[in-house]
């Protein structure tokens, strides 16, 4: 099964699954892969994803924005639930891996790659044939399991080591290594380029041997969900700009920032907030 599919080049490519988020709501369009291909459209790339999903909510949100699409009888599909003691997580459904294979031939040299999984649906290297200017990994899909209830917990990065040394830059949270120093420390030592994000507090990122703190704008906080993502697509795409890990931080801090001052998708920035971000990094 293949949805809205365009042979057409991209600059940005992100595999990972597109999810349902249950939310007091109602179902929402959630995952790794709507945020950052939506970040990357607003910041002016042409995008595209790939990915493995059920029929369960319509796409209209990604109008535009290519998806090629693996069979799948449902979505993956996440319920946070929030309490005292912080967010408990289930993952209610599970789609089935995703085959790169389907990824279309003229994809394979998009400028930047970013493998995006959220349960475990993505191998953490490019097969041959593919050859971004830039691969960006967010691994938290690959640092968690969950219980026969669905039940969410931290688990080990099997890959990490190899993988961390392949990619251009990676991303991920604090929160998705349990606030683990030493393991984020392992990470760095591994990796050529490491941000790790820290919600309200910014970001840090190692480099070379050297490691940089960004705080966060003071901003008024309605939904953080999909702030890292925006994030790590905003990152990356500014990292390639520029080659300067230290101006693609305070970049992606100013624009994850203004994500989380509206609902869901609808925080993704604008053009004119962009340029706004951009302003002020160059100030």
């Known amino acids: 099964m293949f949805e809205m599919v365009s042979l057409e080049p991209v600059d940005y490519l992100v595999i990972g699954h597109i999810t349902v988020d249950l939310t007091p709501a109602g179902p929402a369009l959630g995952g790794s892969a709507v945020y950052s291909a939506l970040t990357a459209r607003a910041l002016g790339l ?45 993952i209610r459904q599970v789609a089935p891996a995703i085959n790169l294979d389907i990824v279309p031939e003229a994809w394979r040299r998009a400028r930047i790659i970013h493998l995006a999984p959220v349960a475990q649906e993505v191998p953490a290297s490019l097969p041959s044939g593919f050859r971004p ?17 669905g039940l969410v917990y931290p688990c080990a990065w099997q890959e990490a080591e190899n993988a961390l040394r392949e990619a251009g830059a990676v991303v991920f949270s604090v929160e998705d290594v349990g606030g683990d120093e030493e393991r984020i420390e392992q990470y760095a030592h591994f990796g050529r380029l490491l ?25 008024d906080e309605v939904d953080a969900t999909g702030a890292g993502d925006v994030f790590a697509a905003a990152f990356f795409i500014r990292l390639l700009e520029t080659r300067d890990p230290w101006e693609a931080a305070r ?33």
Not at 133 to 149: C, E, V
């Open 46 to 90: 042409r995008a595209g994803i790939v990915t493995a999903r059920g029929n369960e909510i319509p796409l209209n949100a990604l109008e535009g924005i290519p998806v090629v699409c693996g069979e799948a009888p449902a979505s993956t599909t996440f319920e946070n639930l929030y309490t005292p003691g912080g967010r408990v997580q289930y």
């Open 133 to 149: 200017a830039l691969l960006g990994l967010t691994p938290q899909g690959w640092m968690r399991a969950w219980d026969k209830t």
């Open 195 to 219: 941000a790790v994000t820290e919600g309200i507090a910014g970001a840090r990122v190692f480099w070379h041997g050297d490691s940089r703190r960004f705080r966060a704008p003071k901003v």
């Open 251 to 283: 970049f992606a801090n100013r624009v994850a920032a203004i994500s989380v001052t509206r609902p869901g998708i609808q925080g993704i920035p604008t053009a004119s907030e962009i340029q706004a971000c951009l302003m002020e990094v160059l100030d």
